[in-house]
């Protein structure tokens, strides 16, 4: 059982690392109109590392008009599966919360000026 354990240790300490990896890529990510990363921008409502490094992220933008949803998501999707470890990632766009302000960390609040 001991020998057991240690593999579901060495596998959730993977995940965390993809993840992280994962959340220092999504901090490279800006939205073209906002010179705010996605991440703190509060876009990215999920990160999931699934079986084999697969990851889903769940995303929203700032507006369902925004003309960001052409290029952002394709743009993170690239840059995570250039992530070593990452087998594929898959982006799903959501409006459900819809995004606003108070989704903003106060990094990001703090650069717009509004702190």
Excluded at 17 to 33: A, F, G, I, K, W
Aim: aromatic residues 6%; negative net charge.
């Amino acid at each position: 059982m001991m020998k057991e354990e240690r593999l579901e240790d060495k596998t959730a300490a993977e995940e965390v690392s993809v993840r992280d990896q994962v959340m220092d890529v999504l901090r490279t990510c800006y939205d073209p109109e906002i010179p705010v990363d996605v991440y703190e921008l509060g876009l990215i409502y999920d990160i999931q590392v699934k079986e084999n490094n697969h990851v889903h992220v769940l995303m929203t933008v700032t507006a369902p008009n925004c003309p960001a949803i052409e290029t952002l998501p394709a743009e993170i999707k690239d840059k995570i599966e250039r992530i070593h470890d990452v087998s594929e990632c898959d982006i799903e766009i959501t409006f459900d919360p819809p995004w606003d302000k108070d989704m903003m960390s106060d990094v990001a609040r703090l650069q717009l000026g509004f702190m």
